[in-house]
């Protein structure tokens, strides 16, 4: 999978296919944000968000970082969901998070971590998958071997073969620093 | 020497305070040892910051499939569009706000406004006017549109999503409008939606209530 620029261009000249490869890209990520302010609607507001995406790919400009101008339109519509709400069932936090100068800096920092998470999608599957495991839903390498059922042996050398080229996917240069077994 | 440490264990805090106090002994004599964990650190400080934002994140499967998008209308259709609106708003074509001294009629037609975001509700007539339709919208429980927004008026094409802009709704959530039978007949729904006022005449997605009617009984 190219770059979040790459596609965030490929949208702007209207390429359909692009909004697809975005959806799989950060659709996960930006589901996980949204899930946080507007719960249940999370993914009604997902769709809204790319309907959005879509219809304003025009003005997204190569130079800003493409996960920050969906997490701007994400934010947006999220904002509309509680606002539209007569009965708002969100906990007071998350709503005093998503306004004003938090609520940009919340979208910033998703934006953030949902670039670092593309990164790993252009990653070799089992590289990816021992980092999503022991990154992202807190398990040791340990219990990552056990879960996968391989050697520890094995999940070390994914796990640092994994981290060293996703380093280089994040400066741009992912063909730099890591030979394949 | 040591044995080289499990730079990316001790990174990640997964080892016992006995192999970490080795690990630091061997780092200090080791320089490839210190350029390796250089260029873990930098990964591994991105991964945890990413991980601790998203945590565990449904798989890209697991999303509903995205609904089919609407091809934007060609430039010839825009700028039609674009001068719809300025007709309108010159009264020459259709759109003609509440307030005018037209005596009403009894409704040729009425339907539902059901809410698509929102508990508003609301009712469309129709009625026969001098030229063509009135179309009279009432709302209840339409919430402030906010600052710099506003609701607006739309005919639709469910099968099409062709829309053609009306107008916009008055403060107390109501418009009327004057439209010509030919036009009102080419579509069977109007949908009410949040618009924001920055100048792009395009449907912003935010579709508040809707309505359907049958094109039919248009001008019958």
């Known amino acids: ?181 | 020497m040591s044995e080289h440490p499990d730079l990316h264990a001790l990174l990640r805090a997964e080892l016992a305070n006995d192999e970490v106090l080795a690990a630091g002994d061997h780092l200090d004599g080791c320089a490839a040892c210190r350029a390796d964990l250089a260029e873990l650190a930098t990964a591994h400080a991105l991964l945890a910051r990413s991980g601790r934002t998203l945590g565990a994140v449904a798989p890209a499967a697991a999303l509903a499939p995205l609904p089919p998008v609407r091809r934007r209308r060609g430039p010839a259709l825009l700028v039609a569009a674009a001068a719809a609106v300025l007709l309108g708003a010159a009264g020459t074509t259709y759109a003609v706000l509440a307030g005018d001294d037209d005596a009403p009629r009894a409704p040729v037609a009425a339907t539902d406004l059901d809410p698509v975001e929102g508990s508003a509700r609301g009712r469309v007539e129709m009625a026969g006017a001098e030229a063509g339709t009135r179309m009279t919208i009432t709302t209840e429980d339409l919430p402030p549109a906010g600052s710099g927004r506003f609701y607006e008026a739309w005919l639709l094409d469910p099968a099409t999503n062709k829309m053609l802009p009306l107008g916009t709704l008055g403060p107390r959530g109501t418009a009327s409008f004057e439209i010509d039978d030919a036009l009102l007949a080419g579509y069977s729904a109007i949908d009410v939606s949040l618009e924001d006022d920055d100048g792009d005449p395009e449907h912003s997605v935010t579709s508040v209530l809707r309505a359907t009617y049958d094109p039919g009984v248009v001008g019958s």
Do not use: C, N
């Not at chain 1, 340990?142 to 050398?157: F, I, N």
């Open chain 1, 1 to 181: 999978m190219e770059s979040g620029q790459a596609i965030g261009a490929r949208l702007a000249r209207r390429e359909e296919a692009a909004l697809e490869d975005a959806y799989s890209v950060y659709g996960p990520s930006l589901l996980g944000y949204l899930r946080r302010y507007v719960g249940d609607e999370a993914e009604d507001v997902l769709q809204r968000t790319f309907l959005d995406v879509w219809r304003h790919a025009g003005r997204y400009d190569a130079e800003q970082r493409f996960s920050t101008w969906l997490f701007t339109i994400a934010h947006r519509r999220a904002v509309d969901t509680l606002r539209t709400r007569r009965h708002p069932v969100v906990p007071v936090e998350a709503a005093r998070d998503l306004v004003g100068e938090d609520g940009r800096e919340s979208a910033e920092r998703y934006a953030e971590a949902a670039e670092v998470r593309a990164a790993l999608s252009r990653l070799p599957e089992h590289e990816r998958q021992v980092l999503e495991l022991t990154y992202y839903e807190g398990l040791t390498q340990r219990e990552a071997a056990e879960r996968l059922d391989v050697p520890l042996g094995t999940v070390k050398a994914r796990a640092s073969r994994g981290t060293r080229r996703l380093g280089a996917v994040m400066r741009g240069r992912p063909d730099e620093g890591v030979t394949d077994e």
